[in-house]
């Protein structure tokens, strides 16, 4: 089992920037993957970014390209996710995951564990 708390969400205006963290414990955190996801009222959960196990590769939704960043350290069980010129339509629900498996990981349905997520919301 892995558990992972998301935090560091909140309210900021358009073009400001928040700093998501999430903090796993459980099994070994440098054997995953950890992954980004975000859900709006009324939409699907949708992918924001990944980081490898090494933290050596990334990869993002070209939505957030350029703006968002992910980064790890894993003397720390920790996963960073840096948010600058927020939208509005960057306003969701966001969730850390952690995946075995370093494939498909844009996609949420192959994901083991999830947190509980944190709100961001940006204010036009």
């Known amino acids: 089992q892995v558990q992972l708390v998301e935090s560091g969400g909140g309210l900021v205006q358009a073009g400001g920037s928040l700093r998501l963290s999430c903090a796993a414990s459980?099994?070994?955190?440098?054997?995953?993957?950890m992954g980004w996801f975000r859900q709006a009222p009324g939409k699907v959960r949708e992918f924001v970014g990944v980081i490898g196990r090494s933290g050596g590769y990334t990869d993002y939704a070209d939505s957030v390209k350029g703006r968002f960043t992910i980064s790890r350290d894993n003397t720390k069980n920790t996963v960073s996710l840096q948010m600058n010129s927020l939208k509005p339509e960057d306003t969701a629900i966001y969730y850390c995951?952690?995946?075995?498996?370093?494939?498909?990981?844009?996609?949420?349905?192959?994901?083991?564990?999830w947190g509980q997520g944190t709100q961001v919301t940006v204010s036009s």
């Open positions: 995951a952690a995946r075995l498996r370093e494939y498909d990981l844009r996609f949420s349905v192959g994901y083991d564990y």
């Open positions: 459980g099994r070994t955190f440098s054997n995953y993957a």
